[in-house]
C-alpha cells in the first residue's frame, strides 16, 4: 500500500484487508506466521511513513486483527500479534533514536523479530512503585540489571525485550527507565511457556535478570523516563489488545446462527424458539456495541485524540461485551457446547483472560474514574 494517512476507506486498503484475510485464514501458528505477516504488511500498518510504516492508522490495523481472528476463529496468535504490535513496537515507535530504530524498529515491523513488554512483577503487578527489578549504573556507562519478570506475553518466543527497571528511589515518575534488551543477552535467562487454558497458541512467560549488563545505548527513552515509556505502551496496548476479540465473536456469532437454522428439537428447528433467538440476538448486540466502540476510539487515536480514559473505557467495554456474549453461547449449544467444534468452551475462556491481561477490569474502572475528575 501506498504511504498515506488512514486508508481505511480506500479501495486499496479493502483489496489489501481481503487478501490479508485470506492469508490468514491459511497461515500457520508457528515461528514462520511472524514473518509471514510482516512480509502483508500487519505490522507496517500503524506506523507512520518516517517511522518506516504505510501510514495507514490505527483502524487499518484494528480491521486487520479482527479479520484475522474472523477467518480463523482462532484467538492466541492474533492476541500474540497484538502485543507486539501495541506494547513492544508502539512504544519503540515514540521513543527510539535513530540508532534503535534502525537496529529494533525495522525488524519488529518486518517481523523478523518478535517482540515483547516486560513490567509486571511477581508481587507488583499495576503497583509501580513496588517493581524491584533494578538497574545499575556501571562505570562505562552502561547498566547492569537484576531482577524478574513474569506473565510476559511472547517471551518465550521473543528476540527483543522492552523491560522496566528502577533506576532511583521516590515515585514511578522518575525512578523507573525502560531498556531495549535482545534475547542473547548475556544475563537475560527466559523462562518457558506457561501452560493456560485461553488463548491456545500465544505464549506467555517469565523472565529471569541476574547480572544482565546492557550498554548506555539500551535505554529507551531517557533515563529516568520508564513511566512515559510505559504509559504509552498501556494507552495503545489498552485500546486495541481486543480488536482480535471482535473477529472471534463474529466468527462464533455465524456458526451459531447457521447451528440454530439447521438444528431440529421436537419437530422444529431452535430458530423457532424465542428463547434461543433472542440470546442470539444479545449476542449480536455484544459484538455491535464492542464494534462501535473500538472503532470510535481507532478513529480517535488517528486524530491524534486517544487517552487513558478512553483507553480503559475501550478495554473495560468490549472484555465485558464478550464476557456478555459468551454467557449466551453455551446455551445456543446445549450440551455440544462442550464439544471442541463448537469453540464454546475455548472462547469462554479467552473472555475470562480479557478482564483481567493490561490492566484488570478493576484497574480500568479506576482509570475510568480519575477520568471523569472522581
Known amino acids: 500500500m501506498s504511504s498515506a494517512p488512514h486508508l481505511v476507506d480506500s479501495a486499496e486498503f479493502t483489496t489489501w484487508l481481503d487478501g490479508f484475510r485470506t492469508w490468514a485464514a491459511g497461515a500457520a501458528e508457528d515461528e514462520r506466521a511472524w514473518k509471514s505477516a510482516g512480509a502483508q504488511g500487519l505490522f507496517s500498518l500503524p506506523l507512520p511513513a518516517e517511522r518506516g510504516g504505510t501510514g495507514a492508522g490505527f483502524l487499518a490495523s484494528c480491521l486487520a486483527m479482527e479479520a484475522m481472528a474472523d477467518a480463523t476463529g482462532r484467538s492466541g496468535l492474533p492476541f500474540a500479534f497484538s502485543a507486539h504490535m501495541w506494547a513492544c513496537q508502539e512504544p519503540v515507535a515514540a521513543f527510539a533514536d535513530a ?125 529516568g523516563g520508564g513511566y512515559a515509556v510505559l504509559m504509552r505502551a498501556m494507552r495503545y496496548e489498552r485500546a486495541f489488545i481486543l480488536a482480535p476479540v471482535l473477529g472471534l465473536m463474529s466468527h462464533a456469532l455465524r456458526k451459531a446462527v447457521e447451528h440454530v437454522r439447521t438444528r431440529s428439537q421436537f419437530g422444529s428447528t431452535l430458530s423457532t424458539y424465542e428463547t434461543i433467538r433472542q440470546r442470539v440476538v444479545r449476542m449480536h448486540l455484544s459484538l455491535t456495541s464492542a464494534r462501535e466502540v473500538l472503532v470510535a476510539t481507532a478513529r480517535a487515536a488517528d486524530r491524534g485524540e486517544l487517552n487513558h480514559a478512553r483507553a480503559s473505557l475501550t478495554k473495560l467495554h468490549v472484555s465485558n461485551e464478550f464476557n456478555a456474549f459468551c454467557r449466551e453461547l453455551p446455551d445456543v449449544y446445549g450440551g455440544y457446547a462442550l464439544f471442541p467444534e463448537t469453540g464454546a468452551a475455548h472462547l469462554m475462556s479467552d473472555a475470562i483472560a480479557s478482564r483481567y491481561y493490561s490492566g484488570t477490569s478493576d484497574m480500568q474502572m479506576k482509570i475510568i474514574a480519575e477520568g471523569l475528575g472522581l
Request: hydrophobic content about 45%; some cysteine; glycine content about 12%.
Open 99 to 223: 540508532a534503535q530504530l534502525s537496529t529494533c524498529l525495522t525488524p519488529l515491523a518486518a517481523g523478523t523479530a518478535v517482540g515483547a513488554f516486560a513490567a509486571t512483577e511477581y508481587d507488583a503487578g499495576s503497583d509501580l512503585l513496588s517493581l524491584t527489578t533494578r538497574a545499575t549504573p556501571r562505570d562505562d556507562g552502561g547498566w547492569t540489571l537484576d531482577g524478574a519478570k513474569t506473565f510476559v506475553t511472547n517471551g518465550p518466543v521473543a528476540d527483543v525485550f522492552v523491560v522496566l527497571a528502577r533506576t532511583a528511589e521516590g515515585s514511578a515518575l522518575s525512578g523507573l527507565s525502560a531498556f531495549l534488551i535482545p534475547r542473547t543477552t548475556p544475563g537475560l535467562g527466559v523462562g518457558p511457556a506457561f501452560e493456560k487454558a485461553g488463548l491456545p497458541g500465544a505464549q506467555v512467560g517469565s523472565l529471569r535478570l541476574d547480572d544482565c549488563a546492557v550498554p548506555a545505548s539500551a535505554v529507551l527513552g531517557p533515563v
